[in-house]
């Protein structure tokens, strides 16, 4: 089988920085049973190709991407048929693999991994928020063969679009997140919280950092590790002063998987934000090292909730303080969500989503072969 993936970036030569991890688990082992080629919207100055993890990356380098992406598409097709296409993120890659699929008669796969049907408009995100943009997801989600999510939100919101999506987690790989039993936390020394994400808009951390402002009134000991890109321009440094957590907060930046992995180990609860989430894939890595998550009720969580999450509305800073000051101070409420949420991470791992999509890959082939 040959397959073309279409990613709108993640796929560094480096494989560590500027990558998409759960896009690497996922196309590792593709390409252990199929002929995988990766077509990226490269920030490269200039378009060329290189191996990565068994696939063969094609990277558009700078301009006009998304024609020399199906360029790209075209002329690998022409040295050999491609039996399915599958596009990651519905703008972007959809608006290329759709068109490009239907002309060639192969079968195109879409995820929704991203804001394509949120509409965040005081934020200024989301494909939905714009006419223009309901248009064009609309557009790719109709002409998809089958279109897929990672949670049960986001399936909903297919719905919402007019179509029927199959929910696909995308898994973390146990090679290198190494399942890890929850542990009994430390009591005698200060809750270790971790945030794990970029700090932009979506992720909301204002509403984290004024969350855990009010624990710091309540005199709850904590340390709060933040791992992630900061693209606020310094404007969280603001509101950790605002909110009296100089002592507490530690801001990190980017850190590989290698380095991120002790980080979560570390700690004892998780804690998010975010306005939106299709996943995120950091839940599921601190599920598989056996931390459960308190956080907002987006992705993944909403669909924990209540069992293996804990969830608040989104932009609520005093719920969220009180659901992280209720998980630090009740133990058993704390290890037992942290074992549902470890045995939901082990039973959605990388292998199971890498088996769920080649078992859809060779069902709408057959489907295709047989018209």
Not at 19 to 37: D, G, K, M, S
Not at 147 to 169: D, H, K, M, N, Y
Not at 243 to 270: I, K, W
Not at 335 to 348: I, N, P, Q, S
Request: hydrophobic share 45%; with cysteine; proline share 6%.
């Amino acid at each position: 089988m040959k397959v073309g993936i279409l990613v709108p970036g993640g796929l560094d030569p480096s494989g560590t920085h500027r990558v998409i991890p759960a896009l690497l688990w996922l196309i590792e082992r593709l390409a252990r049973q199929a002929e995988v080629h990766a077509f990226a919207f490269s920030p490269a100055p200039r378009t060329h190709e290189y191996t990565l993890y068994g696939a063969r990356v094609h990277a558009a380098g700078r301009g006009i991407r998304p024609a020399r992406v199906a360029a790209a598409v075209l002329a690998e097709h022409a040295r050999g048929r491609f039996d399915v296409l599958h596009a990651f993120w519905a703008t972007r890659c959809g608006t290329v693999a759709v068109p490009v699929g239907r002309s060639l008669g192969v079968p195109v796969v879409v995820h929704l991994a991203g804001g394509e049907t949120a509409s965040l408009p005081e934020i200024g995100y989301g494909d939905a928020r714009t006419r223009r943009g309901r248009r064009i997801v609309r557009a790719v989600l109709r002409g998809a063969t089958v279109v897929t999510a990672p949670s049960r939100s986001v399936v909903q919101r297919a719905g919402e679009f007019g179509v029927q999506a199959l929910r696909i987690p995308l898994g973390v790989d146990r090679t290198a997140w190494p399942p890890c039993p929850p542990r009994q936390r430390d009591t005698a020394r200060p809750a270790r919280l971790v945030h794990v994400a970029s700090l932009n808009a979506v992720k909301d951390p204002f509403t984290l950092l004024a969350a855990l402002g009010r624990l710091v009134k309540r005199d709850v000991a904590f340390t709060l590790d933040v791992i992630g890109e900061d693209v606020l321009h310094g404007l969280a440094d603001n509101a950790v002063q605002r909110h009296g957590l100089a002592d507490h907060a530690r801001f990190h930046g980017f850190r590989t998987q290698h380095e991120l992995r002790p980080h979560v180990l570390g700690s004892d609860l998780m804690v998010m934000a975010s306005r939106h989430e299709a996943g995120p894939i950091a839940v599921l890595e601190a599920a598989m090292s056996g931390v459960p998550t308190v956080g907002t009720a987006v992705g993944h969580l909403e669909e924990w909730a209540p069992d293996a999450a804990v969830t608040v509305p989104p932009g609520d800073a005093d719920a969220l303080a009180d659901a992280v000051a209720m998980m630090l101070s009740n133990e058993p409420r704390r290890l037992e969500v942290a074992r549902a949420a470890h045995e939901r991470a082990l039973a959605e791992d990388a292998d199971a989503t890498a088996s769920a999509v080649l078992a859809l890959y060779e069902s709408i082939t057959r489907s295709t072969k047989s018209r």
